[in-house]
């Protein structure tokens, strides 16, 4: 199974919300990550996890949190977001490897579209 | 800045004709990757390449690397409408924990 997944695939919420999107992978794979992508730029690397520690964390605003509860599943908790906030959230996983997780291949979820009002 | 920089922005060919796409990077690296993104959607691996491999073919791809000239390119034979996406090309930042993304070219394939 090669397969990442991402709930929900679209959410709408407002600057006083709270939501959370859900990632997870059964490959076996002990790094995991999230991105965010606006339009027609590439994905902006926010967190990443490896053996379910955060690793780095890319100087990501206290209203995104991260969280790892087990090795498959990686969530993103969101409060009190702004409409700049709003684009594709993307989830990914890979190895960790010998020189870095860096060097590894990823493997992407379909991302949750995020619009906040 | 970001360690991978790719050209052309966007590239409009027809069916049949081939698509090639350039990145350049800053640093040594151990490996370059190229990745596709169907519109608004994940991201897809396509094929890595060693830094001690100049050439490699997957199918209709062809990748070759320079690492003299810190360029890489990726050849798209026979395009397909399908084809039609993003490309971005990604590698390791100097530590190795984590992956810089390239700009993207937006590859356009006319029916």
Known sequence: ??????????????????KSLKCEQHMGHRAMYWYKQKAKKPPELMFVYSYEKLSINESVPSRFSPECP????????????????SALYLCASSQVGTQGAGQETQYFGPGTRLLVL | S?????????????EGENATMNCSYKTSINNLQW????SGRGLVHLILIRSNERE????????????SKKSSSLLITASRAADTASYFCATPDTGGFKTIFGAGTRLFVKA
């Open chain 1, 1 to 18: 199974d090669t397969e990442v997944t991402q709930t929900p695939k679209h959410l709408v919420m407002g600057m006083t919300n709270k």
């Open chain 1, 70 to 85: 087990n090795s498959s599943l990686l969530n993103l908790h969101l409060h009190a977001l702004q409409p700049e906030d």
């Open chain 2, 2 to 14: 970001q360690q991978g920089e790719e050209d052309p922005q966007a590239l409009s060919i027809q």
């Open chain 2, 35 to 38: 990745y596709r993104q169907n």
């Open chain 2, 56 to 67: 490699k073919h997957s199918g209709r791809l062809r990748v070759t690397l320079d690492t």
